[in-house]
């Protein structure tokens, strides 16, 4: 099992196989890829040092060249650790995302694997090398007929993408050893469990729209044992699963789940309900209640904090009032300006495409004692979702936050 806490195959060896060469081939001219620094830089920097340790998975992730998979005028972000707009309201998953699932599915070269919401072809690129055949679904046809495109211009020969309703799952090719799902349904679809082998591995997002979290479940005896793991957020499966879906957020009355930190059902120091968490842990000195989330970061540039979504409709909430409490020390800035903690809401339109960003704070000084604050700010008329993230940005230094409200003012 992965040793990962939170909260998408030879270019380190080429020196020496060149070297291996007789000199009529090293008089050739050689091909350069020029993004090899950046995604060496991206594994280290955000893969690596984040937790996830298996060596076949590593190095499926410093290979697999992500620039091929976003947006042509995406590519030069193509190796921060983020997910990134492909289109018809998907995204391709941040790269440690995909390298987390990938480790916890523990891929086996025999595997016959199902892969549910191949959006890019990104995270079937990735288990390509891992595993025998990987068969993947795309319910979003131009997605997935440009995903197959670039798999195939790739070479990525034992991918077999389709288009259709994963839901349904692929029983034509039943059973396989193991089960990835790319996007988030409520609960498992039966198909699923059903075309999943005895013994067989399977990795999902389940929950609500904006409150998912990664499951792993086993198949023993014809029934699945589950271990809930790290709090997420992906995209909704769409199709039959949206037609089941019982809970639906209310975007008139936007709010936060577990912004006191006092839950914590794994008993793991991971607040839940917050995903994406960096460098915090829960500890017993709060603003009120028992617990609050602490940040604490040594190394310049190297992000501290967490993130929570939730459903908001500009239309009708004009302004958002953000409270929270707080206290701070040895605060520093990180590697660049930008690099201080804060409180940051991203909003999204429809589409979920970016229609603002609000900076509270940032806060460059230290804050001794606890104290509480709040703040209005505007919405943008066309958001539909935010995303808060908080803490310490990428700053050096201790930040403990508690009592984390957001109330709309109509």
């Not at 709010?255 to 607040?271: C, I, P, T, W």
Request: aromatic share 8%; proline share 8%.
């Amino acid at each position: 099992m992965s040793s990962v806490r939170g909260c998408c195959r030879l270019s380190w060896l080429t020196g020496f196989v060149l070297a291996a060469l007789p000199a009529v081939v090293m008089a050739q001219p050689q091909s350069r890829d020029r993004y090899d620094m950046p995604r060496q830089q991206m594994v280290d920097d955000y893969i690596v040092s984040e937790g996830v340790n298996n060596p076949k998975v590593i190095e499926s992730m410093r290979t697999v060249p992500r620039h091929e998979f976003v947006r042509p005028d995406l590519k030069n972000m193509a190796y921060y650790d983020q997910a990134l707009d492909i289109g018809y309201k998907q995204t391709i998953s941040p790269p440690f995302i995909v390298a987390y699932m990938t480790e916890v599915l523990d891929p086996q070269l025999t595997d016959k694997v199902l892969e549910i919401g191949t959006g890019s072809g990104y995270q079937a690129a990735v288990l390509s090398s891992l595993v025998k055949d990987v068969y993947t679904i795309e319910i979003v046809e131009p997605l997935g007929k440009r995903a197959a495109s670039v798999l195939q211009r790739l070479g990525y020969a034992n991918v077999h993408p389709k288009v259709g309703d994963g839901y349904l799952g692929w029983p034509e090719h039943a059973p396989f050893d193991k089960i990835i799902v790319t996007c988030s349904p409520e609960n498992v679809p039966q198909p699923l469990i059903d075309q999943l082998k005895e013994g067989g591995r399977m990795i999902i997002p389940l929950g609500e729209r904006y409150q998912q979290v990664f499951y792993l479940f086993e198949k023993k005896e014809g029934k699945l044992t589950q271990q809930k793991l790290l709090p997420t957020l992906f995209v909704p499966m769409t199709g039959k699963m949206e037609e089941l879906r019982q809970k639906k957020p209310d975007p008139a009355h936007p709010m936060l789940v577990n912004g006191s930190f006092e839950v914590d059902a794994n008993e793991d120091q991971l607040a839940d309900n917050w995903h994406y968490q960096r460098r915090s842990q829960l500890v017993d000195d709060a603003f009120a209640g028992k617990k609050a989330i602490f940040f604490e970061n040594q190394e310049p540039g190297r992000m501290a904090h967490m993130l929570q979504a939730m459903a908001i409709d500009g239309a009708q909430v004009h302004k958002l009032k953000v409270s929270w409490a707080m206290k701070s020390a040895d605060i520093q800035e990180g590697r660049a300006p930008q690099d201080v903690p804060a409180i940051i809401l991203y909003f999204y339109d429809p589409q979920r495409l970016p229609v603002g960003r609000v900076v509270i704070g940032p806060w460059r000084t230290d804050e001794p004692q606890w104290t509480a604050h709040s703040e209005i700010i505007d919405v943008p008329p066309t958001a539909k979702e935010a995303i808060m993230q908080a803490g310490l940005g990428g700053a050096t230094g201790k930040l403990w936050l508690d009592e984390m409200q957001v109330q709309p003012l109509k």
